[in-house]
């Protein structure tokens, strides 16, 4: 037999990335199998590749580099999952109960940690502070369930983010106390570069980032900005003696309010981390830890018993303690135990700072003990959170304790008929940030060619437009259709299309060429909204739709009572919620008062006022306070219909005048509710905005009334 010891460990980079990329791709499906979180099945994969497992991988500069870029991503993925806005709607609640959280688990850990296991007061400190954090492991289950606006889990949600950044500030101060000793000089100082640091943060950040997404919508080009703004936060954090974890953290929760969940840059930013950078980190992490001391003696078994007792009891408290002060029943109690005992990434990212603070020479902060002991505890937690969890939803959905939900429109699919390359990309993504992500519905985008004698020329120009926004759609995980449609005429081509794909709805750009068209609408857009009876929203972005801050909504009186309200109303719910801007409807008062209701069951995340609007006639007053980084949305209405009011006649001329240069949409929305099944030659398919009729009307007043003022 030949001997292939003599092989191992590889030191050969080619053949070490290669191995990694096995576990990476192989470690999900086995852990999957097996009900354990991936988290720790890539550190179990790097436990047992590493020099104290089989000695196969050695661990070389690769898993340094790649081991800080994937820890520093963790904390910048964490920073941009949280949900700034959840808090303040109710801050008091989240701030009580992120401070129980936090407070109660840290002083648990630190008097038993010092008085039972003996550790130092710095080891104490730091392990308070892992035990402090959380993360929000069991947060699919609930989203399994439709529980997310359960009171309970917003509250676990906002009280994570609280906990972490304590527990990032507190291992920031503990680092940063290593170099320079203690003292009140000390923690004075501290605290003054932590508000420096952040305070430049928050005023620095913010301007260059909307400044660059205005200019450049690059997919790579924004991609390395954000990389760069990450790592430049993480070395300015550094060079202020804090943690570049920290720095990361911040950096993310800022950018958060730029990267929407479900756009096309957030989606490459966590298939980038979690594709290489985060599994890379956490084998690296996982080859540190040697699994021969679980059998050298008892010692790290009470550590391990220690760690995941104080884990799970001192959150479990928390969440008990505050589920008495609000006055929440027992299964909310249970659910907030459950969504904030995991421990995860975050950890992690915390034990291995304490790895590099060096006590004495060759003596560090956090032992081999305390590492496996880290490691076992995260595996325990996160299975017992997600069995807590699971259990309590389901008792939760099946006592039928949660907040009443209007019925969800399940036929969305929206229609984007495009043209021209500058407009197309903006609104699919206003389309991605409008769709319904659990319906997981497609899109179709249309490309409509005159039928004359340069289709073929433009046939070819529209594939490649279309070939773009079906690259652009798959970059945000989107499904997409596409056809290029050969038409006499644009806005039967679109209806037609519109049948035959069983759309919902259209999205589609605004006129802007007026060497084209002088007239408003373009040639054929009154033809297309008075031949539909369903939703169509015309769109002009001036800039980029993450640099958005604010949407203005304008509502007419009796719109509440249209077919299509809910549709539109939650359509621009959605799109507030995904880019975090603040929403103003301009209505009616008991049309507001609707709106807050619903905003109040489905959307309670959204932040949104009311300002009292009257008559229609007041749009002119509105221009005022809408700014060139504000989106303004006009409700409109078809003639005939409920709603409709002679003022929307004069809504070109008003959009010209008071709104030039501003980020716009109409909203045409579903009225009487049919889909187009009674197509016949009794209804007709083309509707001019005037009638002859009224035409008539005019051209007589214009001729006849001055002729008989001069007699």
């Known amino acids: 037999m030949p001997d292939i010891s003599q092989y191992f460990p590889i030191t050969n980079p080619t053949l070490i990335f290669f191995v990694v990329l096995c576990i990476i791709l192989l470690a999900p499906i086995i852990m999957g199998k097996l009900r354990i979180p991936h988290i720790v099945g890539m550190v179990l994969a790097g436990v047992l590749v590493g020099e104290y497992g089989l000695d196969i991988l050695q661990r070389d500069d690769s898993f340094e580099l790649f081991g800080k870029v994937g820890m520093y ?5 964490a920073g941009l ?60 289950i609930v989203c399994r369930y439709g529980l997310q606006q359960h009171p309970a889990v917003a ?12 527990s990032l500030t507190a291992i920031a101060a503990i680092a940063s106390s290593f170099g320079e000793g203690g003292g009140l000089w000390f923690w004075m100082w501290f605290l003054i570069k932590i508000v420096a640091f952040c305070a430049g943060m928050i005023l620095f950040i913010p301007r260059l980032t909307r400044m660059f997404l205005h200019r450049y919508s690059d997919a790579v080009m924004q991609f390395i900005f954000v990389l760069a703004i990450l790592f430049l936060s993480a070395a300015l954090a550094e060079a202020v003696s804090l943690e570049g974890i920290l720095g990361a953290f911040l950096a993310g929760l800022i950018l958060s309010r730029y990267i929407p969940s479900v756009s096309p840059l957030m989606n490459r930013i966590e298939f980038i981390g979690n594709a290489l950078f985060i599994p890379y980190f956490l084998i690296g992490v996982g080859m540190l830890i040697n699994v021969r001391v679980l059998f050298h003696g008892g010692g790290i078994v009470w550590v391990v018993l220690f760690m995941v007792a104080v ?4 959150k479990a408290l928390a969440a008990f303690m505050a589920c008495l002060h609000f006055r929440m029943p027992i299964s909310s109690g249970h659910l907030m135990c459950g969504l904030t005992t995991a421990h995860a990434a975050g950890a992690i990212a915390m034990v291995m700072v304490g790895m590099r603070l060096e006590t004495s020479p060759g003596h560090y902060l956090v032992d081999n003990d305390m590492l496996n002991g880290v490691v076992i ?9 997600s069995i807590v969890t699971e259990r309590t939803a389901k008792r939760i959905v099946l006592r039928g304790s949660t907040t009443p939900k209007m019925q969800e429109q399940d036929d969305e699919k929206i229609l984007l008929p495009v043209k021209y390359p500058e407009l197309a990309e903006g609104l699919l993504h206003v389309a991605i940030m409008m769709r319904n992500a659990k319906l997981s519905r497609g899109l179709v985008a249309l490309n409509i060619v005159y039928d004359d004698n340069h289709r073929h020329e433009n046939q070819e120009r529209g594939r490649r437009l279309l070939d773009n926004l079906e690259r652009v759609a798959s970059a945000a995980d989107v499904r997409m259709q596409t056809q290029v449609r050969i038409a006499a005429n644009i806005a039967n081509g679109i209806k037609h299309a519109f049948k035959e794909f069983d759309a919902s709805e259209i999205i589609m750009g605004l006129h802007i060429h007026k060497e084209i068209s002088p007239k408003f609408w373009g040639e054929f857009a009154q033809s297309l909204y008075n031949g539909l009876n369903r939703q169509i929203i015309f769109v002009r972005l001036k800039q980029p739709l993450s640099t958005l801050r604010c949407i203005h909504v304008a509502v007419p009186s009796r719109a509440e009572f249209e077919a299509g309200f809910i549709r539109w109303l939650e359509r621009l719910l959605r799109l507030s919620d995904n880019l975090d801007c603040r929403m103003v409807f301009h209505a009616r008062h008991d049309c507001c008062d609707l709106i807050s209701d619903y905003i109040r069951h489905q959307h309670p995340s959204v932040r949104v006022a009311f300002e009292p609007m009257q008559h229609w006639n007041e749009l002119p007053h509105l221009a005022e306070h809408v700014n060139d980084d504000h989106l303004m949305v006009f409700i409109t209405s078809r003639k005939g219909n409920i709603s409709y009011k002679t003022a929307f006649e004069k809504l070109p001329i008003e959009i010209e005048h008071y709104y030039s240069g501003k980020s716009l949409m109409i909203v045409f929305p579903d009225q009487f509710g049919d889909r187009m099944d009674a197509m016949t ?16 009307v005019i051209w007589l007043k214009r001729h006849l009334l001055p002729r008989r003022k001069k007699g």
């Open 377 to 385: 505890m995260i595996l325990i937690t996160c299975i017992f959170s």
């Open 81 to 140: 999952e949280m949900d700034m806005e959840s808090m303040r709607k109710s801050k008091n609640h989240y701030v009580i109960f992120g401070l129980l959280t936090a407070v109660v688990p840290f002083v648990i850990t630190y008097f038993l940690a010092n008085w039972i296991m003996d550790y130092s007061q710095m080891a104490s400190l730091l392990l308070g502070c892992i035990m402090a954090s959380n993360t929000l492991v069991a947060y699919p």
């Open 73 to 77: 991503y963790i904390m910048f993925l």
């Open 155 to 166: 509250l676990s949600v906002g009280s994570t983010m609280i906990a972490l950044f304590l």
């Open 311 to 314: 884990g799970i009891i001192g």
């Open 681 to 696: 030659f009794a209804e007709p398919q083309h509707q001019e905005e005037q009638s002859a009729y009224k035409a008539l």
